[in-house]
């Protein structure tokens, strides 16, 4: 039987003991090919680019999570991505959110921008700008929600009938919330990508990507490119991640509240010039975030009166590691303009210098913000 509900499935689906040894946790194939006993005969295993049973154990948990027909895994997030892109010819068009990872950014740009692909930014929040940034040669409309690292929400559903309208298809990424609390490809999404890195993974002990769709035309077109290409994880990459997805829901929960209390702290906070939440009742993203997503996440962003006053307050954390990355069982602090956006400096996506982002973990609330009180001063 298939579970109804995502922690069961997290925990089953695609993981019934080995019929070896009885092995109740998936083991680590790890192994580059596998024996054959004719020339001839079929075979669902042969060599590991191609596919590995501890690959496909998560790749089966993820997509069920996400709702979706098949999961593709990959190295990293950016392989994901550059995967996925690939599907895409010169010419061809991308309407990409004014709010995104840098190095999602970054690829479109100089990676693909030179190979010819085209690309357009614009506030997906906003139907006319969105209507008017969609072209004939647009195929894909990527979006981030919530973005990085400005927490902004596009409601998925509206993206998706204007997109589909326009014959274009919708990529999410959906590492912000992941298939714990959001459900991209039930919204009307075309594609779901994540950087299994992030809450997924969860233990920041991994780096991994994903790439979930129904569509059979990308299920194929993708489906050629992981083995034509070879982006692939290895095996103890995928154990990790499988690991990381059996306690995803119960982590989300708590990344959740503690961001929420966390957040709260903030607002109330005189050093504090500006909360990005989703939680909070005057996001402008609020109600959409609280219809298409079960909780808000475990990301907080917010503004200080100067970068000097950012760099001061995320040098002086104690619990707080100051690092890139995000969604580990500890908790990060970083400053997006230096560090993970650094990329989009100059652009129209350049964030403030003076922007703090929280990676809010599962240490104790109380902990966090009596941390975050001493840093302020």
């Known amino acids: 039987m298939t579970p109804d ?12 003991p080995e019929q070896a040894f009885g092995a109740v946790s998936v083991p680590i194939y790890q192994n580059s090919t596998f ?38 895994a990959f190295a990293s997030g950016m392989a ?55 072209r ?9 929600t919530p973005s990085n690292p400005l ?6 559903e509206a993206v998706a009938a204007l997109a589909h309208a326009s014959g274009a298809q919708v990529v999410v990424d959906n590492t912000f919330a992941s298939p714990a609390l959001q459900q991209p490809l039930a919204l009307g999404a075309d594609v779901v990508v994540h950087s299994v890195t992030k809450y997924i993974g969860g233990h920041s002990d991994l780096i991994g990507g994903a790439v979930i769709t129904s ?12 083995n034509a290409v070879g982006a692939v994880p290895g095996p103890m990459d995928a154990f990790l991640a499988l690991r990381g997805l059996r306690t995803l829901g119960v982590r989300m929960r708590r990344h959740s509240e503690t961001a929420a209390a966390i957040a709260a702290f903030l607002v109330d906070h005189a050093m504090v010039n500006q909360v990005y ?26 503004l200080v009166d100067s970068a000097d006053e950012a760099s ?59 941390d975050l009180e001493q840093a302020f001063g």
């Not at 075979?43 to 154990?57: I, L």
């Not at 895409?88 to 990872?101: F, K, N, Q, T």
């Open 5 to 16: 509900h995502r922690d069961t499935r997290a925990i089953h689906v695609g993981q019934d």
């Open 35 to 72: 024996a054959q006993s004719d020339v001839a005969e079929p075979k669902v295993w042969d060599y590991g680019r191609s596919g590995n049973p501890t690959r496909d154990a998560f790749e089966r948990a993820l997509a069920s999570l996400e709702g979706g027909e098949r999961c593709f």
């Open 80 to 134: 994901a991505e550059t995967t996925l892109l690939l599907t895409l010819r010169p010419g061809d068009h991308v309407v990409l959110a004014d709010d995104v990872y840098g190095g999602t950014y970054r690829l479109l740009t100089r990676v693909l921008g030179p190979w010819g692909l085209e690309l357009t930014t614009c506030d997906l929040a906003d139907a006319d700008a969105l209507a008017d940034a969609i």
């Open 136 to 144: 004939p040669q647009t195929r894909y409309v990527w979006v981030e």
């Open 151 to 156: 927490l902004k929400v596009v409601d998925i």
């Open 215 to 226: 569509d059979p035309g990308l299920i194929e077109a993708v489906g050629f490119l992981v």
């Open 277 to 302: 939440y989703p939680g909070l009742p005057d996001h402008p993203g609020h109600a959409i975030a609280a219809g298409q997503m079960a909780a808000f996440g475990g990301m907080v962003s917010f």
């Open 312 to 370: 001061r307050i995320a040098r002086g954390t104690r619990l707080f590691v100051l690092a890139e990355s995000l969604g580990g069982v500890e908790s990060l602090i970083e400053l997006p303009g230096p560090m993970t956006h650094a990329s989009v400096s100059g652009s129209d996506l350049e964030v403030p210098a003076e922007l703090v982002r929280l990676s809010v973990g599962l240490e104790h609330p109380g902990d966090l913000i009596a």
